[in-house]
């Protein structure tokens, strides 16, 4: 499937939220309930645009893709694809695209995902991601090429 990313500007905190709630809603609820209203305040004060790029597929925005970069390090803070276009390539596309720039740029990339996500871990690691650290409430994944 083909796809294309566009940069987040400030007022898209409300796509931002929508995306969340329709990708992972169902593991942040299990883990800590879900009240909608803290959950988009969250993502209000939180959600830094100039962060985050929109997934566009069949011009429709189906998830967004959010990193922090610095020099020693790329931080994966959320790849968030909506549930009806998972597990069509896309974000195994994207992570492959970012895990050669890391590779270019000789940084690590590192991730945490919420611990009761075992499809994301697995996913993760089909990637070559090794956990590093391991709660309750999160798992932390990094890979170096």
């Avoid at 645009?49 to 189906?62: S, T, V």
């Avoid at 896309?90 to 690590?108: C, F, N, S, V």
């Amino acid at each position: 499937m083909t796809y294309r990313l566009i940069r987040a500007m400030n007022g898209d905190s409300e796509l931002i939220f929508d995306i969340k709630k329709r990708s992972i809603k169902p593991y942040v609820e299990k883990m800590f309930g879900w009240d909608e209203a803290w959950q988009r305040e969250f993502v209000y004060k939180n959600y830094k645009p100039q962060n985050i790029e929109f997934i566009i597929a069949e011009d429709h925005c189906i998830g967004l893709l959010e990193v922090q970069e610095d020099d020693s390090e790329i931080f994966l803070k959320n790849i968030l694809i909506v549930n009806e276009y998972q597990e069509k390539g896309i974000g195994t596309d994207i992570l492959k695209q970012l895990i050669e720039r890391a590779g270019t740029l000789q940084k690590p990339i590192r991730l945490e995902v919420l611990a009761i996500n075992e499809r994301a871990e697995a996913f993760y690691k089909r990637l070559g991601f090794e956990v590093t650290e391991r709660s309750n409430i999160k798992v932390c994944m990094k890979i170096q090429k």
